[in-house]
């Protein structure tokens, strides 16, 4: 095992030795085995946002077993998913990938300014289906964010116990914020804590930018002159936000956009301290070939083959 | 067994051999058996529509021991209903027909714009009344969905535990869409994708019209130009939503309607891929014997000996 | 035991031998006894409508005594009463009259449109206690009525498991109807339905009027030509609509009243096929002599002693 | 369903529509499926005499999948073995065959004079496993058989609640009985008796002898002058002794012997009024095609086709 | 993943992708990855034999931590310990080597002709251990063998619904047997047998001699001629006799031997189609340089690089 695998692994002491081998097996599979650098590949848009938008510009995505096989080939570190697209595959592909089981998800048939997904998966139903983690999301700004919090810490708290890792999704989301907020720099450092606060093993956040949303915030970054001018700043204050870079944070692509766009953004991640990315929309969205092109060309950037 | 059974049960691979013999049993079961198709007959309006609505058209089926014994002489796959009516047959019945329990159900005397129906049976009930599979309702798009999911996350795990198989109806409703909107395409193909990842082997859905209520859905649905013009086509795209075909889709008949237009929809599911129809009204609320004949051909159809 | 008692126990084949002994022994006690008709006495009112409303027009009713004693000399079936009542009584009367246990009941100190009754005893209560059987209410068209329907659902199998019988109480009351529609014909066929759906072995419900309340059902009453211009056509159908006369359906007496048009009523629910009445405040309000005399008649008229 | 399957299962008035339709599934399936005659193929010799001494006279038997294989081709009404031995084949034959799961299993590498088997499977491998009944083993005569009673006390009611039938292997053996009494026709009458008195569906007896083996019973069938002259009317006595032939018995081949004495042995089962046999090592230690042929013949007898 | 750990998963269709992923990241591991060969690493000797038997010829194995390393560094599949050995190094090594914990485990300070071990670990401690499966001794021969056959078939059952895997040590052993009848080959065979019944995905038995100790099996093993002559063949009757090869037979080395010795037995477990060794004292009892120097040459006979 890599010092760097060493050194994370020494981040959470009070952790039980099947969350450590589970958070070790997700950081030694794959192209970036050992780097401590993470790409995992999420595939949850089918719940989230429906079929058609989700595969239809990529249709062999349709198949549960598609995805399963392209983060595999790709040598991503994981794949994460809800229940049935797991177990749709899990069996065929069983001990092939780190899964992650997504516990809660939302649709976008119905809810208003405040997301409260429905828990949608179990502990138990991980444990069958062979994953090393659970994934779950939190909408820190929803008026409903306390159930979600008191989910994760159930959730969370039996996971640890049968030696699963946990994985937070924190998305600033809801009345208590702008839109703009959702992605401003105090907000997604506060997710980030948030998130690790709530016990994450990985915490997953969207890249911030410059704008702050918080008046009593705004002083302080003011006063103490946070650089947040740039992205690659702006994740070394996200990172340092995370327990100084003692919590593994990595970062959302958000919706597709132009490729040299995207690279640029993985860079500064990567020069920010950023652990990686979790790149959904902009992997299985392309036709394979070219999927698979774009991860090499992203894992590359984390391992430093590429600038 | 047929190929195409084995075939189809190769799709569960995470369900253990109780479970898969339960699908079997349903597959394999009437006079569509072994074709992978289904007709399956469903009596739950007694308590969704109330007694008069539902019987008075054909009065024998106020006696629950008709529906079992028109589901069995139709050659029907399975029969389900709410506990009450299974209870009211199940041992005169014994062996003689699959049997589905409804685990949750809505009355018309109470509800407003977002539907959650009361869990009315429990996966032990299905055991004792010799059941092979629980059936759950959800309706997304009800600001009441995630209790529906949640609640259908956690019989359904215990379903898969003890052998069962689990069948999720799944009807957009609610303050989320339109009134249009319930079987709009778009919605129709997500309300199968949601069913799906919550873990259903059997989703049955509303034959989709062409509407597209989403907006961001609308975009994709012309950009990537997806046939929607016909039923057929519609059906294929649902069934493609429902994990690319790999789960079995069936659609109900909904409201009684002309005979030849029902045939004419059953033709555009067949040809369409869809693996059958639940026919509840259209089969129990005409005389016995008329719906013998009606069943008939509509398996027929399905079994490609009628057009 | 009586053609006619083996007749309904055969309704009931899910059930274990535990409860339908439970059945026969209410079947098999009183001056009905082997008939197939019941009067029962429920004194739940101390609880529902407060002491001095129930008990101060004869006052020796104060004593939950007084109430055994009162089935007992008058040959009900059975006797309903919540747990203080029958736990003041049950080892003096222990064994001379079939108990039922009403497991919830409401109080008038509290509550809105739409009740809810608290759960005030348990099966393992009824089995110490003797009973013969839990009785339930619910109330369709209150918006609490999920809980409800969760909570027999529950306290049902576990009463079946342990060889009780379950009365349900349907009395449809709440924001989804309006007060007349309470005893709508349409809603009282509805809630009988319901209930047995719930898995009920006897129902009680409202005698109904010739109004209805739903407009989807008006429609189907009138072009299907259901006759409900007497009281004994309107008992006949909610007889039908409770599984076609194979559960036991039973009327209340409702609001105290003349004489004579109580006596009406019972004749008009015999005729139309009733299996016999539920009769609390028409029976206890008044003096003992006059009330067994009253209770007398109203078995001679369901034996058919008296027209 | 035939009336003699109706018949049969009219017996079982205690039982759920579970285990009824479970019992019905059994009697349903294969070359003798609604006769209510049964061949049932058992395959327990594994585990009880070793893996040579089994199969080593048929090779292929070494494999588990042959004898659901073999039991299927044969037609016989269900495969019953071990827990290690169905779970090597009850995915890839769902569906296709009955099951019954053996819950308990003696070795032949220890044990004294008074057997007692080791409890290896449970009620929920059962419905996992997707079996339509539990199989159990008893010792009569054994000084340990009160500790089986109290297991299949336990494992029955278990097995009932949850809707699977109860078939008991009933052998006296033990230090409380000699040798020969071990097949002694009121000895094998006692324990068709006792099994079905521990609540069996269906109990599986040895062939008896004309021998009697209790000097208390000597007298009475001496007495009572109780036919025991052939084989035919021995059956006559044991199937009687099962409840007045009110519960289903069926005889082992026990080791493999003449073909020819062996189709006698079953005439005269037959002809007593058994209701079948379990057969395994004649069947299975043969060679495919032969034992094919073998157990053609057998159910031939059974149904009457053949002498 | 390779075509030959394909196969031997296809072999355990009963199983969820939990424990699929479990037993394919053992046969995934260390040298013989992807070849499904085994060379597992056992050291429990510590418990059963006591310390300075165990560790005083090479005291570095005093050392929990030894272990873990030396299976790491040799490049075993697996290393199985008790509680207290895993406890001590699952941390440091975690998700480095597939880990087996051995649940149960037996003391030479006690015990008489009729072992027994105790359970001294659970499910839930393997979980937390980060362990992929759960190991277990039987000692069939043993008067108390049902206590072990009880406690994996419950802990079997519950280490499958969680997704581990189940390894079971088979060691003849009691007072059923003599001492040269712990090696018999029909002996070992029986014990392969019973071990694959009670549900064994991994079984672990002695490299069996040509002595046959029963005589019931003796005469079947002449009569068939069964080749027994070389340890190739007998490996090759008990690998037939672990369900005709569908099961995982893996053979422990014995005790201390000579090395050429050793390489010889290794050759002729390899030719008789075994699946591997678990080698404990002839590893870990020697000075590391020369453990690993031995382990690599016995994984180059398995891998089929050395003859």
């Given at each position: 095992m890599s010092a760097r695998v060493r050194e994370i692994l020494?981040?959470?002491?009070?952790?039980?030795p099947g969350t450590l081998a589970n958070l070790a097996r997700v950081m030694n599979?794959?192209?970036?085995?050992?780097?401590g650098r993470f790409v995992i590949l999420p595939v949850d848009q089918g719940f989230e946002h429906g079929p058609a938008r989700s595969f239809a510009p990529n249709p062999p995505g349709y198949d549960p077993r598609y995805h399963f096989e392209l983060a595999l080939a790709a040598g991503c570190n994981a794949y994460a998913a809800p229940l049935g697209f797991l177990e749709a595959g899990a069996a065929e592909f069983a001990g092939e990938i780190p899964l992650i089981l997504k516990l809660n998800n939302s649709d976008t048939l119905s809810g208003g300014a405040d997301p409260c997904p429905a828990v949608t998966g179990s502990v138990d139903d991980a444990l069958r289906l062979g994953c090393s983690a659970i994934g779950f999301t939190i909408y820190p700004a929803s008026a409903a964010r306390n159930e979600m919090y008191g989910q994760i810490r159930e959730l969370g708290h039996e996971a640890k116990r049968k030696g699963l890792a946990v994985v937070i999704w924190s998305y600033p989301r809801g009345s208590g914020i702008s839109k703009e907020g959702e992605t401003a720099i105090d907000v997604v450092a506060y997710a980030a804590q948030i998130a690790c606060q709530l016990g994450a093993h990985i915490v997953k956040v969207k890249p911030p930018t410059?704008?702050?949303?918080q008046a009593a915030a705004k002083k302080v970054y003011e006063k103490e002159r946070i650089?947040?001018?740039t992205l690659a700043e702006r994740v070394r204050h996200v990172v340092q936000s995370a327990f100084n870079g003692r919590r593994i944070v990595i970062f959302s692509g958000g919706e597709a956009k132009d490729t040299a766009a995207f690279f640029e953004e993985v860079r500064a991640i990567r020069d920010g301290g950023g652990f990686g990315s979790i790149i959904g929309r902009n992997s299985f969205q392309r036709p394979r070939s070219e999927a698979l092109d774009f991860l090499r060309q992203v894992m590359d950037i984390y391992a430093g083959k590429a600038k």
């Open positions: 020494s981040w959470y002491g009070s952790d039980n599979h794959g192209r970036l085995a050992g780097t410059a704008h702050i949303e650089p947040i001018a």
